[in-house]
């Protein structure tokens, strides 16, 4: 793990380094005050001239105050590059995710690792890494200076800078424990407050709101409860390196006061000493700051490896399809979303050529809409063989297979954006021509004569100023600009009125003519006029054939074809 929050590190190695040295030099003009201060004090007394000792002292103070906010600002940098790279790696593995693995995370949870646990990352990293070296240094200046003014004194410092390293050595890894359940309980809070603003409008209907509030107000106060531990035991572990200095001093103080006064000792080497007595201050406690930001940067490390492990989808360009419409074969497909779930696909076979329209028909659960995932391989099936255009899909490079299909989920999502942007989604390199065809195809003109800034009105969060119906015409629009080889249609034309259904019903015909329309259909008139229709039950294909040979032969198609296929 320290190995892992290294490599962020190593980037950046020569600005912090520098900014390191910057540090040191900073330091080091501190560390030279309270000897050039005794320079001064001697020269009370042996009345010579202030001059130099107080040019001097001036130098450093100088030096050392512009040195160091030069070398605090270098190592600001290098921590938000820090942060910059572990963000870019992290967000870049999200988003390659298998669709499988990204079932099981909470979004709201993965958010909470992206913003909080890589800022954390910074702390560690920088200051903590940085000033624990120069408060070693610091440190270890003191004691040296502090050894050459008296060591009596020194070994009295000692053996109470040894008390506070047992005793801090004992709570930290106290501030570890409680510090990752810190960042779990803020990755919870995040994924509870997600749950109710992705449902907002079914939280006020359902009249939910001081529920969801409490339920989030709970993870935020357990989250509280757990950072104050971490308070705690931080403090603690102040408290402790605070008395054990104030204890030095005053132990320092009566043995220094004395030796003073029985002539072994000067007065002004005594002050030099406390001085540098307080000087150890900051250093230790730089080092238990170091040492704590050391415990919050592995949990925050071991959060974001949690998802770097896991397996990405391999990355292939995507390539333009040729436009040749392709084929789907399905043989014996079994298919099941894990492990512990029921099987899904139990053998499913059926077989569409290139071009023309099928359409899948079956009651609700029977797996259509898996049929779809699996072709678009979000997930992989575990017996059988799929073939696109002739080839086994896991033979398909994931990119090139994925550009050759248009598909349009059943629910239809649009992103946050300009209606523009939502329809050239899936082919940025439509012309403008394109572009208006494929929105007056989809009778998306009304809409956007209509809108205040036509194609470039934004449409909210998830497209919600836009009805359902529309959504679901932009996302049509949106994959036929992709210009598919084999067009995946899920129940999308589910919300569209009689008029903009009969429309949207010629067009698929019309793109049926010119590619392969694959479509979950939920109407009978969307699938009167297909060139087959696969009937779908239970996990497996019970008939496939035309409408009028259905009607006939199967009972189920018979039934569904009676009640208008509204099932959803
Ligand atoms: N992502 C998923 N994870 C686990 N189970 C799922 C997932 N998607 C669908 N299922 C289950 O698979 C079955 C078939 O779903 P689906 O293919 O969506 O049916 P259809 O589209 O025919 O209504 C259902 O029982 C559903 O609960
Ligand atoms: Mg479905």
Avoid: C
Avoid at 195 to 213: C, M, N, P
Avoid at 248 to 267: C, D, K, P
């Amino acid at each position: 793990m320290v190995k892992e929050l290294l490599s962020h590190v190593r980037p950046h190695r020569k600005t912090l380094v520098l900014g390191g040295l910057l540090g040191l030099i900073g330091s080091a003009a501190g560390l030279a005050m309270p000897l050039l201060a005794k320079y001064v004090v001697d020269a009370f007394g042996k009345a010579g001239s202030m001059a130099g000792p107080l040019l001097g002292l001036t130098a450093a103070v100088l030096i050392g105050a512009v040195v160091s906010a030069a070398g605090s600002y270098l190592m600001e940098r290098t921590g938000e590059g820090i942060v910059l790279g572990a963000r870019r790696k992290l967000v870049d593995r999200m988003l390659r995710l298998k669709v499988a693995d990204v079932d099981r995370l909470k979004p709201g949870d993965l958010l909470s690792r992206v913003t909080g646990d890589t800022t954390l990352l910074r702390a560690v990293l920088t200051n903590g890494i940085v000033e624990s070296v120069s408060a070693t240094f610091m440190l270890v200046g003191a004691i040296i200076m502090m050894a050459t003014m008296d060591g009596v004194l020194l070994l009295v410092t000692l053996l109470v800078v040894v008390v506070i390293g047992g005793l801090v050595a004992l709570i930290m890894p106290r501030i570890q424990r409680a510090q990752t359940h810190a960042q779990e309980a803020v990755g919870e809070m995040g994924a509870v407050l997600d749950r109710a603003l992705q449902a907002y409008r079914t939280v006020k209907a359902s009249g939910a709101e001081e529920r969801e509030i409490a339920v989030v107000g709970d993870a935020a106060v357990r989250a509280r409860d757990r950072g104050l531990q971490v308070a705690g035991w931080t403090s603690l572990a102040g408290v402790a390196t605070w008395m054990a200095v104030q204890i030095a001093f005053l132990a320092v103080l009566a043995v220094g006061g004395a030796r003073v006064a029985s002539g072994t000792l000067e007065v002004s080497s005594l002050i030099a000493f406390l001085l540098y007595l307080f000087y150890l201050v900051p250093p230790i406690g730089q080092l238990v700051q170091g040492g704590v930001q050391l415990q919050q940067g592995l949990a925050a490390m071991k959060r974001i490896k949690e998802i770097e492990d896991l397996p990405a989808e391999p990355v292939s360009a995507a390539v333009a399809g040729t436009g040749e419409p392709v084929g789907v074969t399905f043989q014996d497909v079994v298919f099941k979303y894990g492990d512990d779930r029921p099987t899904v696909h139990d053998g499913v076979t059926f077989e569409v050529p290139p071009g023309g329209l099928t359409a899948l028909v079956g009651p609700s659960g029977a797996g259509k809409s898996t049929v779809f995932a699996l072709i678009e391989r979000f997930y992989d099936h575990q017996k059988g063989l799929i073939t696109v255009g002739g080839r086994d899909i896991r033979d398909w490079p994931l990119g090139e297979l994925r550009a050759a299909l248009g598909y349009v989920e059943q629910d239809a999502p649009v992103l946050a954006g300009t209606l523009r942007e939502n329809l050239l989604f899936a082919a940025r390199d439509a012309t403008e021509d394109e572009l208006l065809r494929a929105v007056a195809r989809t009778r998306l003109d009304d809409l956007v004569d209509r809108l205040p800034e036509g194609l470039e009105t934004p449409v909210g969060h998830r497209g919600v100023l836009l009805s359902g119906g529309e959504r679901q015409r932009v996302a049509i629009a949106r994959a036929l600009l992709r210009k598919p080889r084999l067009l995946l249609l899920d129940e999308a034309t589910s919300q569209l009125d009689a008029v903009n259904e009969l429309r949207l019903r010629e067009v698929i015909a019309e793109v049926a003519a010119e590619t392969t329309v694959l479509v979950i259909a939920h109407r009978l008139s969307t699938v009167t006029n297909a060139d087959r229709i696969v009937v779908m039950e239970g996990g497996g294909v019970r008939a496939v054939g035309t409408h009028e040979s259905l009607v006939g032969e199967d009972e189920l198609y018979r039934e569904l074809a009676a009640t208008q296929f509204l099932v959803g």
